[in-house]
Nanobody, 118 residues
């Protein structure tokens, strides 16, 4: 099993920045892909960003150019740097992990709330 713990959420004004962290423990592996998802009230959970074990990244269209995902394999931690935040970025942000070659995301954190005020 893999345990994921997010931190770094909070309240920020529009145009501001936040950095989320996700610490992995348990049967962690640097070969795991890591992702950030978010879910706003009444909305479906959506992919924000993902990063493979060798550093390849992909982003949701709404965050491209504003958010950056990175990972520190030595610390088993993945980060999400969020800049130029907008009120529509308000959501609960979840960290997720999956092993190489697996299509689904079986491991999830509890989530951290991000609220962007206008």
């Amino acid at each position: 099993q893999v345990q994921l713990l997010e931190s770094g959420g909070g309240l920020v004004q529009a145009g501001g920045s936040l950095r989320l962290s996700c610490a992995a423990s348990g049967r962690t592996s640097s070969s795991y892909a890591m992702g950030w998802f978010r879910q706003a009230p009444g909305e479906q959970r959506e992919l924000v960003a993902a990063i493979t074990s060798d550093g390849n990244t992909n982003y949701g269209d709404s965050v491209k150019g504003r958010f950056t995902i990175s990972r520190d394999n030595a610390k088993n931690t993945v980060y999400l740097q969020m800049n130029s935040l907008k009120p529509e970025d308000t959501a609960v942000y979840y960290c997720a992990a999956r092993s190489y070659g697996v299509a689904t995301w079986p491991y999830w954190g509890q989530g951290t709330q991000v609220y962007v005020s206008s």
